[in-house]
């Protein structure tokens, strides 16, 4: 997985740090939902950033968005522990890293979410565009 920041970005925010980027997916896709696997999760350090206190999609709702294809929809979960997905983040404090899982569409691109991807997918190609408040 790679993630290219946009041309213009970082950029100061009210005494944060906004950076917009483009977040391939990974290689080989470790599943959540079927093998316990990690997903494909993204830490502030490689972003060359301390934290998170927020992040969106650019395509999308705020906590899930379409990759540019079309062909795949990608949910969010903070991490509240070393690699496991959750909706808690921890209380006034910016968050290390989240996690994207990865769903197929159910049949032509841009339409009703499916099934989780399969472990071992590559999906490199894919990308998704994500905007993150850091610190």
Same mark, same amino acid.
């Given at each position: 997985?790679?993630?290219t920041?946009?041309l213009?970005?970082?950029q100061?925010?009210?005494?944060?740090?906004r +950076?917009?980027f483009?977040?391939?997916?990974p290689? *080989?896709?470790?599943?959540? !939902?079927?093998?316990?696997?990690a997903?494909? +999760?993204?830490?502030?350090t490689?972003?060359?950033?301390? !934290?998170?206190?927020?992040v969106?999609v650019?395509?999308?709702?705020?906590i899930e968005g379409?990759?540019? *294809?079309g062909?795949?929809?990608?949910k969010? /979960? *903070?991490?509240?522990t070393?690699g496991?997905?959750?909706d808690?983040?921890?209380?006034g *404090?910016? /968050?290390?890293?989240?996690?994207?899982?990865w /769903?197929?569409v159910?049949?032509?691109? /841009?339409?009703?979410?499916?099934t989780e991807?399969?472990?071992?997918?590559?999906?490199?190609?894919?990308?998704?565009?994500?905007?993150?408040?850091?610190?």
């Amino acid at each position: 997985m790679a993630n290219t920041i946009v041309l213009g970005y970082p950029q100061p925010q009210d005494g944060k740090i906004r +950076v917009v980027f483009d977040h391939y997916g990974p290689l *080989s896709y470790a599943n959540i !939902g079927g093998s316990s696997g990690a997903g494909d +999760v993204i830490n502030a350090t490689d972003l060359a950033m301390g !934290g998170f206190d927020v992040v969106g999609v650019g395509f999308g709702a705020y906590i899930e968005g379409y990759t540019v *294809s079309g062909n795949y929809v990608v949910k969010m /979960f *903070s991490v509240a522990t070393a690699g496991t997905p959750s909706d808690n983040y921890p209380p006034g *404090s910016a /968050f290390k890293s989240f996690i994207l899982q990865w /769903f197929t569409v159910t049949s032509t691109p /841009f339409s009703a979410i499916s099934t989780e991807v399969a472990n071992a997918t590559n999906l490199s190609a894919e990308y998704l565009r994500l905007d993150a408040t850091c610190v």
